[in-house]
């Protein structure tokens, strides 16, 4: 039976010894809990161990489902669950989710940025309308189950383009590994914009610029970083496409994203900042401070930004990445330049955007193939 889970794009067979991989993940893994765990770093929890301890057992389950032979995709989507559910109660336990927010949005009484991030709130409120007896706080808990859970699968498929399904799993899990260093602070959008923009990267590789037109309109409504696929596009597709052609999809993709944009704020008013509006002064001296204190937001930011670059640096694999990871470092450049201005860089959870790119940019090299070259006229 064909796995569910295999996308059109296939990924190159690991050659080597299957065990190597897991291994060297789990290790990187074990690495990262340990020193965190161990107060090498400030800031640990006494949760850490109990998720530690889970994790472990779970990935280590997980992985040996991946490399067991035959690999049909419903043990896949049954670890991707229960992985899924752990996660969604990892992050519940360990750091205060701001459900209270959303009800201040929906009644129009929040002030910027969130009073403008409205899909998810009206989305809460229109379950808990549906539902009798589901409190506000229950109902955007069930959608936020939901972002959470459509995460593992569907960034298995997005890995499948450079990946076999062995690493893409390998690698989904991973970063799952890796996510609850960053529950620092929470919003219920967070992981629905992970998955938008998962599945935007999707349409940009194929060039499915319609519907990513439709998915930047509607990503606006949950956060402004949706300017960011526009972007995306643009330099994947440039000197690619006809100058004319390019422009114009580039154009209607932008007005996708102005359109909720400047409505938003006509309906809702130009609204103080919660915090400081322009925070690259801010985040200096907490930068600063934080590597006199060792501070354990400074090592969750290196773990999950630094990581690909780190990589790529120290074994000089930059011409091995095909042109659609090489040409978006400058997406993601743009993006850490931008949320360093604009937002705490110790809240790493601004970061997730770009971690569809950060994973591929990291392991593309080492385990995975170039990509089919991007078309060169239009379909």
Not at 154 to 180: E, G, I, K
Request: proline letters at 5%; aromatic letters at 16%; one cysteine or more.
């Amino acid at each position: 039976m064909r796995d569910r889970l295999d996308t059109k794009v296939p990924g190159r067979q690991w050659q080597g010894p299957a065990f190597l991989v897991p291994i060297v993940v789990m290790a990187f893994c074990a690495v990262a809990w340990l020193v965190y765990a161990a107060g090498i770093v400030h800031g640990f929890s006494n949760l850490v161990t109990f998720y530690l301890a889970i994790i472990t057992v779970l990935a280590a389950w997980g992985l040996g489902l991946a490399f067991y032979r035959g690999r049909p995709a419903y043990r896949y989507n049954l670890v991707y669950m229960v992985l899924a559910i752990l996660l969604f109660f990892i992050r519940a336990i360990s750091v205060k989710t701001h459900y209270d927010i959303l009800k201040g949005v929906y009644e129009g009484i929040d002030l910027a940025p969130n009073q403008y991030r409205v899909l998810v709130p009206f989305l809460s409120a229109g379950l808990h309308g549906i539902v009798p007896g589901l409190s506000w706080v229950q109902a955007s808990r069930v959608w936020n189950l939901l972002f959470v859970l459509a995460f593992p699968p569907l960034f298995h498929v997005y890995l499948r383009r450079w990946f076999d399904d062995r690493v893409s799993f390998t690698l989904t899990f991973l970063s799952a590994l890796l996510l609850p260093l960053t529950f620092l602070y929470a919003y219920p959008a967070d992981f629905l914009e992970l998955d938008v923009f998962i599945l935007g990267f999707m349409l940009i590789m194929d060039d499915r610029w319609v519907a990513l037109t439709a998915l930047i309109f509607i990503e606006t409504l949950v956060r402004e970083t949706s300017a960011f696929l526009v972007v995306s596009y643009a330099v994947t597709y440039f000197m690619v496409k006809k100058t004319s052609d390019l422009a114009w999809r580039v154009t209607a993709l932008t007005t996708a994203w102005a359109i909720p944009f400047a409505v938003l704020r006509v309906i809702y008013g130009i609204r103080p900042y919660r915090c400081q509006k322009f925070m690259l002064l801010r985040n200096f001296n907490y930068v600063k401070h934080a590597i006199a204190m060792q501070d354990a937001y400074l090592f969750d930011l290196l773990m999950f930004v630094g990581m690909p670059f780190v990589v790529l640096g120290i074994l000089g694999k930059y011409k091995a990445l095909d042109r659609f990871l090489r040409r978006n470092l400058l997406t993601f450049g743009l993006f850490f330049v931008v949320a360093s201005s604009m937002a705490l860089v110790g809240e790493v959870r601004i970061f997730y955007p770009m971690l569809p790119l950060l994973v591929p940019l990291a392991f593309q090299p080492l385990l995975g193939q170039k990509r089919q070259s991007t078309p060169t006229q239009n379909p």
